[in-house]
């Protein structure tokens, strides 16, 4: 009998094996998402039946929510814009097949949906909501067994391999199936437009091939893999601490998917030319690393981003200014005219800006004008005593940060902004031509 190893999402197979490890699926999950979990696979009549054989082993899989996946998977570059063209596609495959039929028979068959019409079809049925009930006769009468089988845009999904099986045993089983002529990856992050589906858990299951003797734990492993993370460059080892002690504990789920460059003696190229200077060498030399290189939104970080553009940056390297907040349109600025109300986005916003700016026992944060940027036509400004802002940061812990009583939001679109970054990149490394029937 053969032991299988499979990927799935609410009982549906996205990926099944036999004989061979297969796909590597440990860049979805955390170590942390090794568990035990009873499978319908697994005969625990037999484990009653014989005591002194321990089930642990059959039962042991990676599982995370859905929900928790999104964030990895368009960091691994499977985002919307990518599951479109792994739609698309097979809608062009499919007509191409249709050549070779005669009018006839082209007439008989109706056009494929587009893909916004697809994301419908899939927020229209949330898997939890399908029969996982085994019918025998479903293939032969799917009508009876559910209201999936009588939507008639079901005649409008592409097919991609026509040997492929379209039907199921059961109604959840003709869903998973319709779906299957898209990568798996595809399919978790399109599932994912379906709020129903969202906590539904991803399983990768390897513990029965394990116990069978094909393989061993350690052939199982979690987390991102060298060549899909990301090294942030940043100005100054402030920022560094900063960013990286932000992901931990508000993206924790992402948190190994980013590396930064190691300062805990000193930084290598600190200061905003230095850290252009940085990613024009890198730029020249050809280097394969993913790479973001991120500028403070002041007046110098805007200068050195802007003398980047005039460069062609490979797929693999981004870069980047902190971005611009409401909350900073209307900042106190310490000037030769007293302190006025300024714009600070694009000239005073360092990364100690998007901390939490309210501190007991000290007047309202401010920053100060240093410095004339002629060739911007703007003065660059300072955070007045940024390192106690950063200071509190550091005591802040992640209980406080959940209860709000330290606020998060402004570091929060930060993180949004270089997390839409960095999946971007991957999306765009991301060759449509690696799908296949």
């Not at 209201?147 to 008639?152: F, H, I, K, Q, V």
């Not at 858990?201 to 060298?226: I, K, L």
């Not at 900042?331 to 360092?350: K, M, S, T």
Request: aromatic share 10%; glycine share 6%; charged share 25%.
């Amino acid at each position: 009998m053969s032991t299988p190893i499979t990927l799935q999402i609410g009982d549906i197979t996205l990926t099944y094996n036999t004989g061979y490890i297969g796909i590597d699926h440990g860049m979805l999950f955390q170590e942390a998402d090794r568990v035990r979990r009873r499978h319908n696979s697994i005969n625990y009549e037999y484990y009653e039946q014989n005591p002194n054989l321990d089930v642990a082993q059959s039962e042991m899989c990676f599982g995370r929510s859905l929900r928790s996946m999104v964030p990895r998977l368009e960091l691994l570059g499977h985002t919307l814009i990518t599951a479109q063209a792994d739609y698309d596609r097979v809608v062009v495959h499919d007509q191409e097949q249709r050549t070779g039929l005669d009018e006839l028979e082209v007439m008989g068959r109706p056009a494929r949906m587009d893909f916004d019409q697809f994301v419908a079809f899939i927020r229209r049925y949330a898997v939890s909501n399908l029969s996982d009930k085994y019918a025998g006769d479903y293939d032969k009468q799917p009508a009876k067994h559910g209201s999936l089988a009588s939507d008639r845009a079901l005649k409008q999904v592409p097919v991609g391999n026509t040997e492929r099986d379209m039907g199921g045993y059961s109604e959840r089983s003709h869903f998973g199936n319709l779906l299957g002529f898209l990568s798996p990856y595809s399919v978790l992050r399109l599932l994912a437009e379906n709020p129903g589906n969202l906590d539904l858990e991803v399983v990768w299951d390897y513990g029965n091939f394990v116990d069978a003797g094909w393989a061993q734990n350690r052939d199982f492993f979690a987390g991102a893999r060298r060549t899909q993370t990301y090294l942030i460059a940043t100005e100054g080892t402030s920022d560094t601490h900063i960013l990286r002690r932000a992901i931990a504990l508000l993206r924790p789920e992402i948190q190994d998917f980013f590396r930064f460059v190691e300062v805990e003696d000193r930084h290598p190229f600190s200061g905003t030319g230095n850290l252009a200077k940085f990613a024009e060498g890198l730029v020249k030399i050809d280097v394969h690393n993913r790479v973001v290189f991120l500028f403070d939104n002041d007046a110098e970080g805007q200068d050195a981003y802007r003398s980047l553009q005039r460069f062609a940056f490979p797929m693999n390297m981004r870069a980047m200014v902190l971005p611009d907040l409401e909350e900073l349109r209307n900042f106190p600025a310490r000037g030769p005219d007293g302190v006025l109300n300024a714009d600070i986005n694009g000239r005073a916003a360092a990364i100690e800006c998007y901390l939490d700016l309210r501190l007991k026992g000290r007047k309202p944060p401010q920053v100060t004008w240093t410095n004339y940027k002629e060739k911007l036509d703007v003065y660059q400004g300072s955070l007045d005593f940024k390192e106690s802002y950063a200071t509190a940061f550091y005591n802040a812990t992640a209980e406080s940060m959940a209860s709000k009583e330290y606020d998060v939001s402004k570091l929060n679109v930060l993180l949004d902004a270089l997390q839409l970054q960095c999946s971007q990149m991957a999306g765009q490394m991301l060759p449509i031509a690696q799908y296949s029937d």
